[in-house]
């Protein structure tokens, strides 16, 4: 069943979606979708590969909601999945949200998967597991941002729980594992100097492809062109690159993220140095 009842007193109901499906032999092979998970094909702009939009019409995650994304890119196929809004995260009344997100790239593929990011309300309780299979000769563009609390609302992420956990493998075998971990009273963390220094958002990007450390440095003037932002970036190996951005404001630190996106795609993936028409939405 796509929705479970809770066993709360209040009866509330809990969502358990899953959203799966593969490109192969130049179409969209084996989908299936359960609610509240949709995938929505746009048609692509010119010079664009195939693009999907990952939806979630329930409008935001709560507590107890149990939510799944695979998907996978066959050999020599191109895909460009970026998700229709940030997803929210809601305050929990003790249950704990599941999310997680399977990608895989074959031989010769490409994906480029571009969350418009995850904000965690005040109380929110959240484990999330994402897991990248990238083949030796497969190209792999992450980004995720996650921004701490409504801060148009002047709400912060004060209390509650995050679990993220990302693992990424090249041919099976685990190159990279990131965890992250939040519980409680979270707000000491947030603004230690020791901890995020007050930032509110963190931004994720990691691109894979035979050689992507040599981007590194073409990278720096553009990651150190805000200085009100905390940028870096890593080559964790020849074939790995890894960019992270704390921000106080998470509306400069999606600017640096387009900016650092578009480089990218365009000088190694052969692509427009543009974000997806949706982001401008």
């Not at 695979?70 to 809004?85: I, P, R």
């Not at 999606?254 to 401008?280: E, F, K």
């Amino acid at each position: 069943m796509s929705v479970a009842a809770a066993t709360s007193g209040l009866g509330l109901e809990r969502y358990d979606g899953a959203l799966r499906f593969r490109v192969a032999d130049g179409r969209i092979d084996g989908l299936r979708q359960t609610p509240p998970m949709r995938l929505f094909r746009p048609y692509p702009e010119l010079g664009e590969p195939r693009t999907v939009v990952v939806g979630n019409v329930a409008g935001g995650v709560v507590g107890g909601d149990r939510l799944a994304v695979d998907l996978s890119v066959g050999a020599g196929e191109s895909l460009l999945a970026t998700t229709q809004a940030a997803e929210k995260i809601y305050r929990s009344d003790g249950a704990t949200a599941s999310m997680v997100i399977d990608l895989s790239v074959a031989e010769d593929a490409t994906l480029e998967w571009l969350s418009a990011g995850t904000i965690l309300f005040d109380g929110s309780r959240l484990h999330r597991t994402t897991t990248l299979d990238v083949a030796a000769t497969g190209r792999l563009l992450f980004g995720e941002t996650l921004v701490f609390g409504r801060l148009a609302h002047g709400e912060v992420f004060a209390s509650g729980a995050l679990r993220d956990r990302i693992r990424f493998r090249r041919d099976g075998r685990l190159r990279w594992a990131d965890d992250l971990a939040l519980d409680g009273e979270v707000l000491d963390s947030l603004d230690a100097g020791a901890g995020f220094g007050g930032a509110r958002s963190l931004s994720t990007l990691l691109f894979a492809a035979p050689g992507a450390g040599k981007a590194i440095e073409p990278l720096r003037p553009l990651l150190e062109a805000d200085g009100d932002l905390r940028a870096g970036a890593t080559a964790l190996d020849p074939d790995l690159l890894l960019i992270r951005v704390l921000a106080a404001d998470p509306a400069r630190a999606r600017l640096l993220v387009g900016s650092v996106w578009t480089a990218l795609r365009s000088a190694h993936l052969g692509r427009p140095p543009r974000m997806p028409t949706i982001w401008a939405i």
